[in-house]
């Protein structure tokens, strides 16, 4: 025995395996779904658990459906907006045109202390 591991070739939580250590496994049932690029995903569901609408796609992460004719459209990607942008949707350009003045009308007072 080399480097005394003497368990070698087992892994943490390695027991006996089979249903009469784990108990027996719940009925189950595949639901497939289907995503807007074709893939099929088959995910299994124990029979009384609620089925949900959506699934996400494993390959592409897209939305799936259960109608494989109809599957949900790929959802809306909103492009990276600046901060100037979110602050151009809260202000007009009034509004900023004000909050400059008083700025630096602040800071021409400031100046002149100084």
């Avoid at 909103?78 to 800071?107: C, F, M, N, Q």
Wanted: charged fraction near 30%.
């Amino acid at each position: 025995m080399v480097g005394g591991n003497a368990i070698r070739g087992t892994r943490v939580g390695a027991g006996p395996s089979g249903e009469s250590e784990r108990g027996e496994s719940a009925p189950r049932r595949r639901i497939s779904y289907w995503c807007a690029n074709g893939h099929e995903a088959r995910p299994s569901f124990a029979l009384e658990a609620e089925i949900p609408e959506e699934w996400d796609c494993p390959r592409c992460g897209l939305p799936g459906g259960q109608d494989e004719q109809n599957p949900p459209a790929a959802p809306r990607t909103e492009p990276y907006k600046t901060h100037l942008a979110y602050v151009k949707e809260r202000r007009s350009d009034a509004d900023g045109e004000a909050i400059l003045a008083e700025a630096l009308d602040r800071l021409r007072k400031r100046r002149e202390i100084i």
